[in-house]
Structures are given as C-alpha cells and as structure tokens.
C-alpha cells in the first residue's frame, strides 16, 4: 500500500471524489474511519474510483490528488485510450447508473454492491481519445459557466437567510415591532446593514 501520510479521500454521489482530506463531520456523515491507514487503497491523480455500495447511485469520480481511499471503493487505472474525466461523467448519466444497477448484486437496494468482476463487463461507449477530451473539456467550460452565474444567486440567498434570522431575532427580542415596523418607518442597524449589503 504506502501513502498512509496522504489524505483519506471520499466519493459523493453529488460531487464525485473529493480533493482534500475528510474533516471529523464529514468522515462521521460520510464513511466509516479506520484509524490503522495501511488498511485503506492508493489513489493516483486520473484515478477512476467508485464506491461499491453506491455505484447504482452514481458514486463515482476521478482523482485530482493522490490520497486514500475505503476498502470499500474500487480503484481502477485508465489505459492510454481512456481519458478518465471523460469517463467520470459518462458513468454518472442516468443511462450507466441504470447499467450498474442492473450488474450491481444484493437482495435490495441498499445492499446492492458492484464488483469489480461486474462493473469491467458492463459495455461502456468507448470514442476516439481526442473526442474524449473534447467532450470533457466542453463540460467543464460548461460547467465553469454555470457556476459564475449561480455564484451571486448563492450569495443572494445566503444573505437572505441572514436577513430573515436578523428579523426573527429583532422580532423576538422586541426591537421592532413586525406589524407596524415597515409603516411606521422603524429601523434596525443590523437590518439596515443587511439590506444595504443586499442591494445590487
């Protein structure tokens, strides 16, 4: 094995694998810890590696960091004719997820487990490698896209959420009097703060 010094990594059904060691939260909501790290698998950058139980879910990634992973997990190493980002979102689409369902083994959903010996014998579309990194690198533009414009809808939303709790709070403790606060033209400083910070 080796490596027991580098990061224990997770992979999420949301975000593919992460690139940056679990914190104590998230090890306890996510996976089970070992403390002995020899017991855990190598993961080099380009690495494809899946978790067995939630394969059918879409729980699949590549590696952005060399680190550790589960015994659960299942690490495969792209050949040369692979472009393994190309391959991390082919295998998360509803088509393949329905696949690994299928070669997935358990008596219900929530025990199925992919085995490796029936995850390599699922047909996978297989396009030239320059295609490959095409198709991924237009996702990821995509993608960096879409960020930028829900990065102010995020923020938007956040300070909502602070201007609500501010308001209930003003509320409660009797700053302001909710029914007649926007008739009467009563203020709060830190919900004036908040609104102003709010304007565009």
Same mark, same amino acid.
Do not use: C
């Given at each position: 094995?080796?490596?027991?010094? @580098?990061?224990?990594?997770?992979?999420?059904?949301?975000?593919?694998?992460?690139?940056?060691?679990?914190?104590?939260?998230?090890?306890?909501?996510?996976?089970?810890?070992?403390?002995?790290?020899?017991?855990?698998?190598?993961? &080099?950058?380009?690495?494809?590696?899946?978790?067995?139980?939630?394969?059918?879910?879409?729980?699949?990634?590549?590696?952005?960091?060399?680190?550790?992973?589960?015994?659960?997990?299942?690490?495969?190493?792209? *050949?040369?004719?692979?472009?393994?980002?190309?391959?991390?979102?082919?295998? &998360?689409?509803?088509?393949?997820?329905? #696949?690994?369902?299928?070669?997935?083994?358990?008596?219900?959903?929530?025990?199925?487990? @992919?085995?490796?010996?029936?995850?390599?014998?699922?047909?996978?579309?297989?396009?030239?490698?320059?295609?490959?990194?095409?198709?991924?690198?237009?996702?990821?533009?995509?993608?960096?896209?879409?960020?930028?414009?829900?990065?102010?809808?995020?923020?938007?939303?956040?300070?909502? /959420?602070?201007?609500?709790?501010?308001?209930? *709070?003003?509320?409660? *403790?009797?700053?302001?009097?909710v029914a007649t606060w926007?008739?009467?033209?009563? *203020?709060? /400083?830190?919900?004036?703060?908040? #609104?102003?910070?709010?304007?565009?």
């Amino acid at each position: 094995m080796g490596g027991e010094d @580098l990061p224990v990594l997770s992979v999420s059904i949301n975000w593919g694998i992460s690139d940056r060691e679990l914190d104590d939260e998230d090890r306890h909501r996510i996976v089970t810890y070992i403390q002995d790290r020899s017991a855990y698998k190598r993961v &080099r950058v380009g690495d494809l590696v899946y978790n067995m139980m939630r394969a059918w879910q879409g729980a699949f990634g590549v590696a952005k960091v060399d680190g550790l992973v589960s015994p659960a997990y299942v690490v495969a190493r792209p *050949t040369e004719k692979i472009h393994a980002p190309y391959f991390e979102h082919l295998l &998360r689409t509803p088509m393949w997820i329905e #696949e690994f369902r299928r070669a997935s083994k358990g008596i219900a959903d929530f025990r199925q487990r @992919l085995y490796w010996e029936h995850f390599r014998q699922v047909r996978i579309i297989l396009p030239p490698f320059e295609e490959q990194v095409h198709i991924a690198d237009q996702i990821a533009v995509n993608a960096a896209a879409v960020k930028e414009v829900l990065a102010p809808i995020a923020t938007s939303i956040d300070r909502l /959420r602070e201007f609500r709790s501010a308001l209930i *709070t003003a509320a409660v *403790t009797g700053r302001i009097d909710v029914a007649t606060w926007s008739k009467q033209g009563q *203020t709060d /400083r830190q919900l004036d703060e908040i #609104e102003e910070a709010m304007q565009p």
